[in-house]
């Protein structure tokens, strides 16, 4: 779609946009995939489908996420409890990984720095500006993401997208005519809403004024969501031989693209990209490390964050050789959840750790003006409730359910695939021996 004509769909169609705005480790897949599945109060089912029959790469696309022998196998079910994640296949989660890597946002944000995109303030942002920063900005970043993108984001001559039909007509669809105008046009013409998923409110998302906000925050349950997070993200452990492999695989396609997501502090190895040759090699490294037993003892769960480490040990600082896979797997698990039992820490970090996860006798509340308000980028950003008028809801109150009313769901219905989802979890805590919550068991 041409600019002028884009930018008057996003003037005709913000009302129609529902950001929902959740910190890791609060079920907010599985909450999105209710809203969506269990409810027709949202048009992103339609979309999808209207989407994969038109894209150029739709048909193969969807193959991916159907046909059993083409999908991943971690994309079956898991033994963690992870919901498969949501696709926003309008914009490919441009606004999730904006909210990520925009250095100021409502769950990542720090007032004293500078940020670190070119809307500079939340108050400046229009249409022009998010166009622009849409096409122009993330390059890099778009490049490693697949080209499938509702505006051609990304690069077609990507190796995901050299076994695309008509792999020509994605790339950058940027101020021209495209094969999808239409399904934006049909979007125009009907009034359900769209939700998009994102771990924060950031600058870009207020060029959509009239748009719906949802910023909901873990409150006392913190520290579930924190363990949530490991087990789910970094720790997604797998114990059959094949989801093992799957999980390497997974690894190996960030590796090649010179993707690399949990050490973006390392910007001189955040994309480097390596040859096929290179991947395999690394691949094989693994393997060889791991050991065939291991692979194939399904007592012992191997880890997402272990495959990060025997990739690319330098950038971890670890030295993989004096370990054995049993050792080096346990050391990184207990590591990474190093705050589940603070009390066994040296002293400082034992403190901070527990003034961080201590919620005080009063509790956390949600009046701005208290000190321990639980909104602190709503403190210093006001102005922005004014203009953008966000839905504030905590943790809590996915267990009432009553939120879910006002867009379209059915409480009882929510709060039987919510407590299972969390009975799940407590079953996943307990197997790893994790730790003992009190309030959430």
């Not at 970090?349 to 509340?365: A, K, L």
């Not at 905590?394 to 939120?403: A, P, R, V």
């Not at 695939?417 to 068991?441: A, P, Q, R, S």
Request: hydrophobic share 35%; proline share 5%.
């Amino acid at each position: 779609m041409i600019k002028d004509k884009l930018i008057q769909w996003f003037k005709d169609n913000e009302h129609k946009f529902v950001f929902y705005s959740y910190r890791g480790g609060m079920g907010g897949e599985k909450i999105v995939h209710y809203l969506c599945d269990e409810t027709d109060y949202f048009y992103n089912r339609t979309f999808e489908k209207d989407f994969f029959h038109n894209h150029p790469a739709g048909e193969e696309t969807i193959s991916y996420y159907t046909d059993s022998d083409k999908m991943s196998p971690l994309m079956k079910e898991n033994d963690y409890n992870r919901t498969s994640m949501w696709q926003d296949w309008m914009f490919y989660d441009w606004f999730l990984r904006d909210s990520l890597t925009c250095g100021n946002s409502s769950h990542n944000f720090n007032d004293d720095e500078p940020f670190l995109n070119p809307i500079q303030k939340f108050e400046d942002v229009n249409f022009e500006m998010l166009y622009n920063r849409l096409y122009e900005n993330h390059e890099e970043w778009l490049k490693l993401w697949r080209p499938n993108s509702m505006f051609g984001f990304g690069d077609p001559e990507h190796s995901w997208a050299e076994h695309l039909p008509n792999r020509h007509l994605i790339g950058s669809w940027k101020d021209i005519p495209t094969p999808l105008d239409e399904i934006l046009n049909r979007f125009t013409q009907q009034d359900k809403p769209y939700l998009i998923r994102t771990h924060g409110i950031s600058p870009a998302m207020a060029a959509f004024k009239n748009a719906t906000f949802i910023e909901h925050h873990p409150d006392e349950w913190q520290k579930y969501c924190m363990i949530m997070t490991n087990m789910k993200v970094y720790m997604s452990p797998e114990k059959t031989r094949e989801r093992k492999l799957a999980l390497i695989d997974k690894w190996s396609w960030g590796y090649g693209a010179g993707y690399n997501e949990w050490k973006g502090d390392n910007k001189d190895k955040l994309y480097k990209p390596h040859t096929e040759e290179e991947t395999k090699e690394r691949i094989e490294f693994i393997k060889n490390y791991i050991g065939e037993d291991f692979l194939n003892d399904e007592s012992k769960p191997l880890y997402y964050k272990t495959i990060y480490v025997l990739g690319e040990p330098d950038i971890w600082k670890v030295p993989i050789e004096k370990f054995d896979i049993d050792s080096l797997n346990t050391m990184i698990f207990w590591t990474q959840n190093m705050f589940i039992y603070p009390e066994l820490l040296t002293d400082y970090i034992r403190d901070m750790m527990i003034m961080w996860q201590t919620v005080p006798e009063s509790g956390h509340s949600r009046n701005l003006d208290d000190e321990e308000c639980i909104w602190d980028f709503w403190k210093v950003n006001r102005d922005l409730i004014d203009k953008i008028n966000p839905i504030f809801i905590t943790m809590q109150d996915n267990f009432t359910g009553e939120w879910v009313e006002q867009f379209g769901g059915d409480k009882e219905k929510f709060l039987l695939v919510w407590n299972k989802w969390h009975k799940d979890n407590m079953n996943m805590l307990k197997e790893y021996k994790l730790f003992d919550i009190g309030h959430v068991n």
